[in-house]
């Protein structure tokens, strides 16, 4: 079976944005999971530009050959093979210091959105960051025209998918140990969420 080369336009667009977030946050060597890592541009690119950073990527078993084409393309020494990972079944032990996950939040359903930040918080380290990308709500409300007729395509493809409340996304962090550090703008109405998990007592 061959794999063709996955390439994501976004990624172009919004790699360089979220590097400038990540590089506030990972000012020490740390051990990243990077959920959902789609077609791998993120992990090569933010890898390459954070090199005190090892970074794992993770996906679905589809995803995995199209991840390595870009590790195959962009050797880099503190990027890992690509895992496994479908965030309703298990997870690597950890610890992590830094969880990063993209685009991913509103296209899983919010039950597994849900155990992504149970089971992700779970896998951090005392202190560790969980840094999350894409498009939230606000109070009920799209933060733009654009999100609200990105919600409708969402769920005209599946209606568990949606654009998920920043609110929800804090208060379930909260039952997980984990405190909001930063909420940043980025561009095209999109938002970096960061949160911390408390030291452990
Ligand atoms: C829109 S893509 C975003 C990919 C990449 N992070 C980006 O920003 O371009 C959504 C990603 O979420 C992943 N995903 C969806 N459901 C998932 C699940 N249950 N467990 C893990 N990843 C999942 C998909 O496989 C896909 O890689």
Redesign the pocket.
């Known amino acids: 079976m061959t794999t063709e080369k996955p390439f ?1 336009q ?2 172009e667009n919004n790699k360089g944005p979220i590097l400038a977030v990540l590089r506030e946050h990972l000012t020490k060597p740390a051990r990243l999971l990077e ?5 791998g ?2 992990a090569t690119w933010l890898a390459q530009h954070l090199p005190h950073v090892q970074w794992q990527p993770s ?2 078993l589809d ?1 995995l050959a199209g991840i390595q084409l870009w590790l195959n393309d962009t050797p880099c020494s503190n990027i890992l093979k690509p895992i496994e ?4 079944h298990s997870w690597p032990q950890g610890p992590y210091d830094a969880l990063f ?4 939040l509103h ?2 359903s919010q039950h ?1 959105a849900a155990l992504c930040i149970a089971r992700g918080a779970s896998a951090l380290s005392s202190e560790g960051l969980f840094m999350i990308y894409g498009p939230f709500n606000y109070q009920g409300r799209f933060t733009s025209d654009s999100n609200a007729q990105f919600q409708q395509w969402l769920q005209a493809r599946n209606p568990e998918s949606g654009i998920r409340d920043a609110e929800w996304v804090t208060d379930t962090m909260a039952q997980h140990g984990l405190t909001p550090v930063q909420d940043h703008e980025m561009p095209a109405n999109n938002r970096l969420l960061v949160f911390q998990r408390s030291p452990a007592r």
């Open positions: 994501s976004a990624c959920v959902g890592s789609g077609t541009q993120h996906d679905v995803n990972l479908d965030v309703r996950t993209a685009n991913s296209i899983m597994s």
